[in-house]
């Protein structure tokens, strides 16, 4: 049986398929159109559940010859995306009346990118540019089936769109009101967020230089950094509010105070991480305490640092929307959550919670590739 | 000795005590040494014996607390700050960050060389330890050995006259180890450097040395001084001769007149 062999996910999609076959009706405008078969009432599917039902089912059969691989996983990406879109395309007008038989298809075909998935991460190609590509590809058909369920799912249950808007629902939003979130981004990352987020780090970079220099410093400022490091954000972001104005200088001081004391403590740590024997080694130079610093001990500090900066960039997000609840001109990311969550526009929210991933994350990112840059000698970084 | 060389390192009732948890714990106790200049000194002993402590008291990175002891005719402090030694330690302790070119460059940056001035002591020492072609290399990409070829170079970079290693092929096997022997008295010979080097390796103290000083520990103290009847050109073959093996006997001597066999 060479030629023969089944993965447990096209098996189990086979036979979701026919339990599906089996249970009929796969909404409920069908049950009542087979119940009364002289009457024409509309309902999904009509011609396209059997195609959906033969996609799956080819594209499971299939799969369970051996073939190489790349083949394989190609069959089941186009069979089960296939199959995906037509049942999501299919419910649209008939939302919240969906039967077992599609949550039953939906899993087959979620079972097969599964397969796909798993096919693809362990393809091991010899040319970088397949590899690049598959980095690529894999995650991104991951990402997508956590949007086709959700979709899916709102849409077949119908969902009620205040607890959970599908996915295309937030999309169309983000489409359609690009000048406010572009406004929104402009007042909070680029004002609040990075202002505060420069200066805290940098705050927190000159406190830790100065604690390292000179002792009573480090003996009296560190216990009192850790206290502030303790301050519950929400209560300090009104104070900043009354001390600062309602635009963006109040939430630039939330960030500096949520981004100062990882720094700090970076820091200093990794001030300390340089090694005995280097450490002598300066000394035999003769070399004073800045040449020390700038040619053992901060290099040797920068993989602390820039673990400091990876935090902050996150934190300085939350600190920049949470002290926007507190009171801010009609315009920022908190601002927008606050108020549009009061008027029940619940795909507004969700609009600016993706505007903010997006950007969390490519902050994050820039951030990570700088350290990659500059860290390169790390044994973490260059895999050693 | 028929003649004596001015002195490098001279060291009279030289004691050091550490204050630990556990008490004070002699590490050096009544060290009387004279190095002169160009010799090739070998400390040998069991751990714990002081050898390192002593080579560390040189290089003023320990204080002594007894005795007096002298580097070219001055304080260890002043010599460290007149960068009068090149220091080997036992790891290469190259920094990751710097090709092999920019740690050699290290010592030289500090003292505050030109450019032009840096890049020719570059290329003197790396073909002095015959690393030419591995300037743009990181450390992490070379071997141990050139690792501690590497950092050799950066000790001969800035031109001190006096070199002190403290067990530098203690990490590495024993072909290599061979190897850079060799080479290391190859280099003694050419530049005419004075060397202290820490070593619990007989066969390796009795190939480099022009003297070999025995420790013991408990405390830390010099049980013999043995001067090498070796002639100072040495193939690696002649650690076979009978001469050789007289020598490296009676270092074995005095280590076990030391007690350092013991326990």
New interface residues.
């Given amino acids: 049986m060479t030629w023969l062999k089944p993965s447990w996910q096209s098996v189990l999609a086979v036979l979701l398929c026919l339990v599906a076959f089996a249970l009929g009706a796969m909404s409920k405008p069908e049950v009542a159109a087979l119940a009364e078969p002289t009457a024409t009432v509309a309902y999904p599917y009509m011609g396209a559940k059997a195609l959906i039902i033969g996609l799956l089912l080819i594209a499971a059969l299939v799969s369970m010859v051996t073939l190489t691989p790349i083949v394989e996983a190609t069959v089941l990406f186009v069979g089960a995306h296939a199959a995906a879109w037509l049942l999501i395309k299919g419910i649209a007008g008939f939302e919240g009346t969906a039967l077992a038989p599609y949550f039953l298809l939906l899993a087959a075909a979620w079972l097969l990118a599964w397969r796909c998935v798993a096919l693809l991460s362990s393809l091991r190609p010899s040319e970088s540019v397949a590899r690049n590509a598959l980095r690529l590809i894999i995650p991104a058909i991951f990402g997508a089936w956590i949007l086709i369920i959700w979709e899916a799912v709102t849409r077949g249950a119908g969902i009620p769109f205040i607890l959970l808007p599908p996915p295309s629902a937030i999309g169309a939003r983000i489409a359609n009101s690009l000048p406010i979130l572009g406004s929104d981004v402009r007042q909070t990352i680029f004002k609040a967020v990075l202002i505060g987020y420069i200066a805290g780090n940098l705050a927190g970079f000159a406190v830790a230089i100065l604690a390292d220099r000179v002792p009573f410093l480090r003996r009296g400022l560190l216990p009192i950094g850790n206290m502030v490091s303790a301050l519950p954000i929400i209560g300090v972001a009104p104070i900043m509010v009354m001390w600062f104005g309602f635009d963006w200088p109040s939430k630039a001081a939330v960030v500096i105070i949520m981004t100062f004391f990882p720094m700090l403590v970076n820091t200093v740590a990794g001030l300390a991480a340089s090694?005995h024997?280097?450490r002598?080694?300066?000394?035999?130079?003769?070399?004073g305490y800045w040449?020390t610093l700038l040619?053992?001990r901060l290099?040797a500090a920068?993989p602390f640092i820039f673990n400091a900066l990876k935090i902050n960039s996150t934190l300085a997000l939350i600190g920049a929307i949470v002290a926007e609840f507190f009171g801010t001109p009609v315009v920022g990311m908190g601002f927008r959550i606050s108020t549009e969550v009061g008027r029940m526009n619940i795909d507004m929210v969700w609009a600016e919670i993706a505007v903010a991933a997006l950007a969390g994350s490519v902050f994050y990112g820039v951030v990570a590739l700088i350290e990659r840059a500059v860290?390169?000698?790390?044994?973490s970084v260059?895999g050693? | 000795m028929t003649e004596h060389p001015p002195a490098v390192v001279s060291a009279s009732k030289l004691g050091l005590t550490f204050q630990t948890n556990d008490g004070p714990v002699q590490a050096l106790s009544n060290v009387d040494l004279t190095i002169g200049k160009g010799e090739f000194v070998s400390f040998i002993g069991p751990s714990g014996c002081g050898k390192t402590t002593l080579l560390r008291v040189i290089a003023d990175l320990e204080k002594a607390t007894s005795g007096a002891i002298s580097v070219n005719g001055m304080t260890p402090e002043q010599a460290r700050e007149k960068r009068a030694y090149g220091y080997v330690f036992q790891a290469a302790a190259l920094f990751p960050w710097r090709t092999i070119e920019r740690n050699v460059a290290l010592p030289l940056e500090i003292i505050g060389l030109s450019q032009a001035e840096q890049a020719e002591r570059i290329k003197r020492t790396l073909e002095l330890v015959n690393l030419a072609g591995f300037e743009k290399k990181y450390p992490w990409q070379l071997s141990g050995g050139m690792q501690q070829r590497a950092s050799i170079a950066r000790a001969l970079a800035f031109d001190a006259d006096l070199l002190l290693m403290d067990e530098p092929f203690g990490a590495l096997d024993e072909i290599v180890r061979d190897h850079l022997n060799e080479q290391l008295l190859d280099l003694w010979d050419r530049t005419n450097k004075t060397i202290c080097f820490v070593t619990h390796s007989i066969p390796e103290a009795v190939y480099l040395s022009t003297r070999i000083v025995v420790m013991s520990p408990r405390p830390g103290r010099v049980t013999d001084i043995i001067e090498s009847t070796l002639p100072r050109k040495r193939p690696l073959d002649i650690r076979e001769t009978p001469e050789f093996l007289a020598i490296a006997a009676r270092v074995r001597d005095g280590l076990r007149a030391g007690h350092s066999y013991d326990d």
């Fill in positions: 090694g024997m280097e002598d080694l300066m000394r035999t130079y003769a070399s040449p040619k053992l290099p920068m860290t390169f000698w790390h044994p260059r050693g």
